[in-house]
T-cell receptor, first 112, second 112 residues
Framework: EADIYQTPRYLVIGTGKKITLECSQT?????MYWYQQDPGMELHLIHY???????EKGDLSSESTVSRIRTEHFPLTLESARPSHTSQYLC???????????FGEGSWLTVV | GENVEQHPSTLSVQEGDSAVIKCTYS??????FPWYKQELGKGPQLIID?????GEKKDQRIAVTLNKTAKHFSLHITETQPEDSAVYFC???????????FGTGTRLQVTL
């Protein structure tokens, strides 16, 4: 079972607010990812990291930003939330030389 | 970049029947193909994977087959049970790239 945790699980906020979605993993994985997924739809990679101080943009353009100051922590921030940001955000990680990507339970964001 | 197509988008089977989900990929250099199961309100969970040097892999009621020449791979679930109901995603990875490219998902419904 994966030890990767996301908070909050559910969040409803107003337009223009700043939010940070937290993601932590206790497996010591170097690689971490953020995916955006509308309900039941495909997963789109929005950010990833190879390790501390490494951040890269994914395939889907996103107004969010990420940071990787510690191996176990990969938070995602939206400076000014909009209704178009309403979605599920999934954090994931894997070992440097491993194949399996482990996902967190997801954070459901609703911007009203 | 890699493109992964997945069919069907929805699949309904009776309990005890078999279910087959198919994916095709575009990059002949892809060498790793995982399948994920996503239950409602949860993050995707790896159920089986296959590398490009293997044609078939089986784990109890679940099997995956890979045809490198045709660039397609399939998930086979035998003796389906209601708890198999979920959304299933295929994915592919090219070389040592950090990123997985996901299919669009198949919603499997197992009816009594």
């Amino acid at each position: 079972e994966a030890d990767i945790y996301q908070t909050p699980r559910y969040l409803v906020i107003g337009t223009g607010k700043k939010i940070t979605l937290e993601c932590s993993q206790t497996m010591g994985h170097d690689k971490m990812y953020w995916y955006q997924q509308d309900p039941g739809m495909e997963l789109h990679l929005i950010h990833y990291s190879y390790g501390v101080n490494s951040t890269e943009k994914g395939d889907l353009s996103s107004e969010s930003t990420v940071s990787r100051i510690r191996t176990e922590h990969f938070p995602l921030t939206l400076e000014s939330a909009r209704p178009s940001h309403t979605s599920q955000y999934l954090c994931a990680s894997r070992e440097l030389a491993g194949n399996t990507i482990y996902f967190g339970e997801g954070s459901w964001l609703t911007v009203v | 970049g890699e493109n992964v197509e997945q069919h069907p988008s929805t699949l309904s089977v009776q309990e005890g029947d078999s279910a087959v989900i198919k994916c095709t990929y575009s990059d002949s250099a892809s060498n790793y193909f995982p399948w994920y199961k996503q239950e409602l309100g949860k993050g995707p969970q790896l159920i089986i994977d296959i590398r490009s040097n293997v044609g078939e892999k089986k784990d109890q009621r679940i099997a995956v087959t890979l045809n490198k020449t045709a660039k397609h791979f399939s998930l086979h679930i035998t003796e389906t049970q209601p708890e198999d109901s979920a959304v299933y995603f295929c994915a592919s990875r090219t070389g040592t790239a950090s990123k997985l490219t996901f299919g669009t998902g198949t919603r499997l419904q197992v009816t009594l």
